[in-house]
């Protein structure tokens, strides 16, 4: 994204998002060497440093005020198992933050070893000796979730974008008139009936509706029922879903509240402005016990939690894991604070053809909102209960930068050394990457530069296609790696993938035969790269595949 400067509002809310969010020191996914038509004896898989599992205290916080404010107004209660680890008195009675709680302990089925079927117990002690095992633990993607300007179901979302229809339009939730920018991939219709209790609806931001909805609904296309689910270990379930900027209206709602008095302040105004707390309340309504947590690290958000995501899976920490992104920024400060960024489009009498990667006339990004949640599974969970796989995730990598703020490194070392790292580190061999969802956000400076990055990796590979879909949604910012990795898996299922619209004046340097064009492309993906980047020089790439 381009930019010279950072507006003083959206700096104060960055400065306070920094002090509330919470972050993950990632490491880098691992797949099976062996399968496929991938690269075989490539770098081996890098050994993991290893995490203490977090000890749950025995007896809880009942007489403190967020436990009465909980009580209050949470519409879910934990699951057994939550109870059952706190400890039981007497008469079947658990002590919790929700207070006194009786419920049957229902039995799980114990953990079965992939290679052998015996009865195994994985302690995260010993994840360097299984991530050193040739054995590694294989993920899949099972399932998957959306809240787009172009719909809120996988199917319908990617049909739209085969089709070429842009969701960008002027915006309607507040009067921008004096705005220079007036327009925005905004989601004009969008409803949590069946997916988020009504007290909640009441006192949460958009992006964690966004995000609770997206996840549930990746959980139903995943045949997570609740009978499936009375199956899972849930100290082996684990949420990470991110957010670049969170809470941003609670906050904000906040600061004006305090203009009168401290005391007309809500009390949910911080927990529920910060990015790990969609992450903490999805697990709280799932009774899912297993690592949970966000990653904020802006617009590469979503690639950094689902890499860290399929990383739990195959150190042996989880067997299923939602990650992804969410973000709702189209508010007055959200706006303002890009348009003082200098980043955003003005293309404000047409706003369909205001986003346009790699087009000559481009003037910067369109601003959007919404979720992308994929659900992983490690292969043999997957397959023990019959899930339905939509993909394999081979692994990726992350790198920095270090260089600017807003702008890219003018060499592009750190993108080609993410997108080299993430072919070593999953033993995918250069030509066969077929397929690039590219970052490519319709900033003058951005897309060429990955343009040329693109080039410098794949060399001249003639069946290698690119395209953008922000070319049609915008830049949905924390969530953009997410709802990208959807339309990834969703053209690896379908063959085709979709075009680059309002891409009428191409760059010179830009070869067009390799871009898609302004109509669907049939592709048989072998494997795909999807790439990330955000402020703060932060890279990212992920890799999928057919599953065989």
Sequence with gaps: MAGAAVASPLSAWIAAAACLSSSSSPATARSDQTR???????????????????????????GSGIHSLLRSYLAFEPCPDFYRSCGVDGHGNRSSLFGLWKADVHRRRPRMSAASGKLITVALGSAKELVGNKNLRRVVVTGMGVVTPLGHDPDIFYNNLLEGISGISEIEAFDCSSYPTRIAGEIKSFST????????????????????????KALEDGGVTEEVMSQFEKTKCGVLIGSALGGMKIFNDALEALRVSYKKISPFSVPLATTNMGS????IDLGWMGPNYSISTACATSNFCILNAANHIIRGEADVMLCGGSDAAIIPIGL?????????????????????????????FVIGEGAGVLLLEELEHAKQRGAKIYAEFLGGSFTCDAYHVTEP??????????????????????????YVNAHATSTPFGDLKEYQVLSHCFGSNPELKVNSTKSMIGHLLGAAGAVEAVAVVQAIRTGWVHPNINLDNPEESVDVDRLVSSRKERLDVKVALSNSFGFGGHNSAILLAPYK
């Design 36 to 62: 496929r038509g991938v690269r075989r004896g490539g770098a081996g898989p890098r050994r993991s440093r290893c995490f203490p599992a977090a000890a749950i205290p025995s007896g809880g916080l009942r």
């Design 193 to 216: 009936d069946g997916w988020v209790a009504p007290k909640l609806v009441k006192r949460m931001d958009n992006f964690m509706l966004y995000l609770l909805t997206a996840a549930k």
């Design 280 to 283: 903490a309340m999805l697990a």
């Design 409 to 434: 490194h003018p060499e592009g070392r750190g993108i080609i050394l993410c997108i080299e790292n993430a072919l070593s580190e999953s033993g995918v061999c250069r030509e066969d990457v077929n």
């Design 336 to 364: 303002g604070g890009f348009v003082a960024c200098k980043a955003l489009s003005q293309r404000n009498n047409d706003p369909q053809k205001a986003s346009r990667p790699w087009d000559v006339d481009r003037d910067g």
